[in-house]
């Protein structure tokens, strides 16, 4: 079964940078689309960036272009996102999320998730 | 940017009624590219209808999506206990960025 399995929370202080990892398992890695999203506390979710796993195309939101990173690591079936100069603001709950298949088609649209990484900036 | 406004913010019902959310997008959203989403304390949200009327991976027939352009209704037709929660829509048109709407708390009245 498609499984996403996030890293563990971390606690940053402002300015500096994170990594955060997706081990992915049960599917062909690179034949899916891969997005992250972030949910800060009480609100609602934010859609980060995602990469096409058939090409490598990346898309990033507007607001996170200038500090976020998408990669992938085919062998290791693993996404990774990369946010630099962080700030108290960016202290949220950060999903991974393969594009969601029927039992006929796949689609672009968000359909597996991972449990959520938990990020904490603070000085 | 495309807005997208949830009504209500909250729906107080109670199990085995009907429940009817709202999300209206500020400008005109394909229907294959508007999702919903539900999502309970401290979970991950979960994929309940995509292409604006096709139903996600075990999703009950209860729920139902319709609309286009820029009006768009999930509705529930008999609350069980597990569907209370809050709901996101979500629009993926050609122009980024990618928006969520503020969401819909459906709450056990």
């Known amino acids: 079964q498609v499984q996403l399995v996030q890293s563990g929370a971390e606690v940053k202080k402002p300015g500096a940078s994170l990594k955060l990892s997706c081990k992915t398992s049960g599917f062909t890695f690179s034949s899916y689309s891969m997005h992250w999203v972030r949910q800060a506390p009480g609100q609602r979710p934010e859609w980060m960036g995602w990469v096409n796993g058939v090409n490598g195309a990346r898309n990033y939101s507007p607001k996170f272009q200038d500090r976020v990173t998408i990669t992938t690591d085919t062998t290791a079936t693993t996404a990774y996102m990369e946010l630099s100069s962080l700030s108290p603001e960016d202290t949220a709950v950060y999903y991974c999320a393969r594009g969601y298949c029927s039992s006929s088609d796949c689609f672009w649209t968000p359909g597996y998730w991972g449990q959520g990484t938990l990020v904490t900036v603070s000085s | 940017e495309i807005v997208l406004t949830q009504s209500p913010g909250t729906l107080s019902l109670s199990p085995g009624e009907r429940a009817t959310l709202s999300c209206r997008a500020s400008q005109s959203v394909s229907s294959n590219r508007l999702a919903w989403y539900q999502q309970k304390p401290g979970q991950a949200p979960r994929l309940v209808m995509y292409?604006?009327?096709s139903r996600g991976t075990a999703i009950p027939d209860r729920f139902s999506g319709t609309g286009s352009g820029t009006d768009f209704t999930l509705t529930i037709s008999r609350l069980e206990p597990e569907d209370f929660a809050v709901y996101y829509c979500l629009q993926f048109e050609n122009s980024l960025p990618v928006t969520f709407g503020a969401g819909t708390k459906v709450e056990i009245k």
């Open positions: 292409g604006a009327s």
